[in-house]
Nanobody, 122 residues
Framework: QVQLVESGGGLVQAGGSLRLSCAVSGGSSTTTYSMGWFRQAPGKEREFVASINWSGEITYYADSVKGRFTISRDNAKKTVYLQMNSLKPEDTALYYC??????????????WGQGTQVTVSS
């Protein structure tokens, strides 16, 4: 059973930066999974943020974060990162890490973390 644990969330002012981490454990082939970050604001659907394939060579971003967020992974450390710069109040949400197939759809991800809260004040 693959387990995902997110960390790095917090309260930041608009224009600031945060780096989220997702530690992957369990299973025998965790480094072969593609990984994704999703977010969910109160009263809204969970939405795609970014994804990365197993080697790190292929990445996808939501238009709303392109140019501000960067997804990366360190397979030796079994950790995926989301560097978030130039944060805006509309980035406020619970951020989830997920493992599965590189995709923008929640349906293509098998394992999910519990989420880490990001709050951006104006």
């Amino acid at each position: 059973q693959v387990q995902l644990v997110e960390s790095g969330g917090g309260l930041v002012q608009a224009g600031g930066s945060l780096r989220l981490s997702c530690a992957v454990s369990g299973g025998s082939s965790t480094t072969t999974y593609s990984m994704g970050w999703f977010r969910q604001a109160p009263g809204k659907e969970r939405e795609f943020v970014a994804s990365i394939n197993w080697s790190g060579e292929i990445t996808y971003y939501a238009d709303s974060v392109k140019g501000r967020f960067t997804i990366s992974r360190d397979n030796a450390k079994k950790t995926v990162y989301l560097q978030m710069n130039s944060l805006k109040p509309e980035d406020t949400a619970l951020y989830y890490c997920a493992a599965g197939s590189v995709s923008r759809s929640t349906y293509d991800y098998i394992y999910w973390g519990q989420g880490t809260q990001v709050t951006v004040s104006s």
